[in-house]
């Protein structure tokens, strides 16, 4: 689980919901994001957008 990515969505008093219509996503695949479901690298492309929703550096994604 991606707690850090969480906590991000939950300090903008966003839902799940709304960080993925924000970033152009299903609501679906970005739970999979949050949850850690989704397995492999995060396309750099899907990291910006949920970076730029949510104000921190994209590069976050792939920090150990």
């Given amino acids: ?3 850090w990515l969480k906590q991000a969505r939950e ?3 966003l839902s799940q ?5 924000l970033a ?3 609501q679906s695949y970005y739970a999979a994001i949050e ?4 397995g ?3 396309p750099v ?3 910006r957008k949920i970076a730029e929703v949510l104000k921190f550096e994209w590069t976050r994604f792939y920090e150990d």
């Fill in 1 to 3: 689980m991606r707690e």
């Fill in 11 to 13: 300090s903008h008093g």
């Fill in 17 to 21: 919901y709304k960080v993925a219509e």
């Fill in 24 to 26: 152009k996503m299903s």
């Fill in 35 to 38: 949850t850690g479901d989704r």
């Fill in 40 to 42: 492999g690298k995060l």
């Fill in 45 to 47: 492309e899907t990291a």
